[in-house]
C-alpha cells in the first residue's frame, strides 16, 4: 500500500505543478493578447476565469466557490480510499484515480488562490465551441474514463 500511496502522491504532486505552471504561462501570455488562433477554425488560446464547476455549473450560486471546494475535498477522501482499501490495486485503476487527484487539486489550488479557476484551452468547429479547459481538467477525464472502463469491464 506504501508503494502505491507514494506513486499517488508522485503524480499528484507533478500534475498539480504542472497544471499550476501552465496557467502561470496562459495568464502571462495569453492575457495581453486575447485570442490566440493555434489552428485555425478548431484550436485557440483564450483566457477564461470559470467561477464554477465544469460547463459553468454553479457559477453565480452564493457560495458556489466553497461547495465546489467541499465536493472536491469528498472526491478527495474518496480517492485515497480506493487507494488504502486495494480497490485501485491494478496499475490502470491507480493510474485513473492519480489523474483525478492530480486534476482536483490543480484546480482546487486555483479555487483557494483566486476564487476562481483559469482555462485557456478552446476547441470549436465553425459556431459549435466546447467550454474552455486545462491540464487539470484533462487530467480529471482521462482518470474518468480509464476508471468508467476498468469498472465496466468488472477489472476495479
Known amino acids: 500500500m506504501a508503494s502505491r500511496l507514494k506513486f499517488l502522491a508522485l503524480v499528484c504532486l507533478a500534475l498539480v505543478g504542472l497544471d499550476q505552471l501552465t496557467k502561470a504561462i496562459a495568464v502571462y501570455y495569453i492575457a495581453p493578447r486575447g485570442r490566440i488562433p493555434v489552428i485555425a477554425g478548431f484550436f485557440d488560446l483564450v483566457l477564461w476565469k470559470n ?4 460547463f459553468g455549473l454553479l457559477t453565480g450560486v452564493p457560495g458556489g466557490r466553497w461547495i465546489l471546494v467541499g465536493l472536491t475535498l469528498i472526491a478527495l477522501g474518496v480517492c485515497a480510499w480506493m487507494v488504502t482499501r486495494h480497490l485501485a490495486a491494478s496499475r490502470v485503476m491507480l493510474w485513473a484515480v492519480a489523474l483525478i487527484c492530480g486534476g482536483a ?3 482546487l489550488v486555483d479555487r483557494l488562490r483566486l476564487g476562481q479557476v483559469i482555462d485557456f484551452v ?3 468547429y465553425r459556431q459549435w465551441y466546447w467550454p474552455a479547459f486545462n491540464l487539470a481538467d484533462s487530467a480529471i477525464t482521462i482518470g474518468g474514463v ?3 472502463v476498468q469498472l465496466l469491464r468488472g477489472k476495479a
Open 146 to 148: 480509464l476508471l468508467a
Open 105 to 107: 487539486l490543480g484546480n
Open 51 to 54: 467561477t464554477g464547476a465544469a
Open 122 to 124: 478552446l476547441l470549436y
